[in-house]
């Protein structure tokens, strides 16, 4: 079966490249770096020529509301209607646990405006919804940062490993697709100001962390439902203590 995988050169679309071939698949990374622009079209023909499945886990490379919401609508067109001309049977993407349950996050709502544009084009789909992953929990202390402490939500959040998404993304590729919305989440959630504290202690950072409410999560201001995923939920099998130890040895 060949397997194009956009984004396939990021965090997740290289770990699916290498997966899929393990299981003795035809996956082709495909980002800019290979010659495809999923933004200008460039190069998309090509490489779905003969193609059965694409996976789309491109990122945008702003975050700017205007620019990141412009970024998913154009990708997603482009590439679902290069698909439908290729007679690519399945079209799968990768989007965020409760993203309408965060209207105020302008990335959120983009990953929204992708989902609504993949349901409605008529393409064979699965998307599946994963929560932050264990590899952005640095990057999701620090924007809690207020001088030199970190002022972080006490709402649970349910990370997952790249690794466990990875493992779903293959399965689902494997699959006949769904036409609906699966989600994976760790295994376990916890508040954020723990995460955090577990985070800091472990890089050997002597911040203090400080539980406030009213923080903000990218511009939102968060419940314990925001950020965690339902009971119907694929589960990941990296406990984030067990992958904080891995990384912290590395």
């Not at 970024?71 to 409760?98: D, P, Q």
């Not at 590899?135 to 790249?162: D, K, N, R, T, Y």
């Amino acid at each position: 079966m060949k397997i194009v995988v956009i984004g396939g050169s990021g965090l997740i679309g290289s770990r699916l490249v290498n997966a899929l071939r393990g299981c003795g698949q035809d996956a082709l990374a495909a980002s800019p770096r290979t010659g495809v622009n999923s933004i200008t079209g460039e190069g998309l023909a090509h490489v779905l020529a003969g193609a059965d499945t694409v996976v789309d886990v491109a990122n945008a490379p702003s975050w700017d509301d205007q620019a990141v919401l412009d970024f998913f609508e154009t990708s997603s067109r482009n590439l679902l209607a290069a698909e439908a001309a290729a007679g690519v049977g399945h079209h799968v993407a990768l989007s965020i646990v409760g993203s309408e349950r965060l209207p105020h996050t302008g990335y959120f709502r983009a990953k929204v405006a992708q989902e609504l544009l993949i349901k409605a084009s008529g393409m064979p789909y699965t998307i599946l919804r994963a929560t932050q992953f264990f590899e952005f929990v640095g990057a999701i202390v620090q924007s809690f940062a207020v001088g030199e402490a970190i002022h972080a939500s006490p709402a649970l959040i349910q990370p997952v490993a790249a690794d466990d998404v990875v493992a779903a993304l293959t399965d689902i590729v494997l699959a006949a697709p769904v036409n609906g919305t699966l989600e994976i989440a760790g295994p376990e959630a916890l508040p954020i100001d723990e995460l955090a504290g577990r985070f800091l202690q472990a890089s050997g950072d002597r911040r203090k962390v400080l539980p406030d409410v009213n923080a903000r999560y990218f511009g939102a201001v968060l419940d314990d439902q925001s950020l965690t995923a339902g009971k119907t939920a694929r589960l990941g099998a990296i406990r984030f203590e067990d992958w904080l130890a891995r990384s912290t040895a590395r």
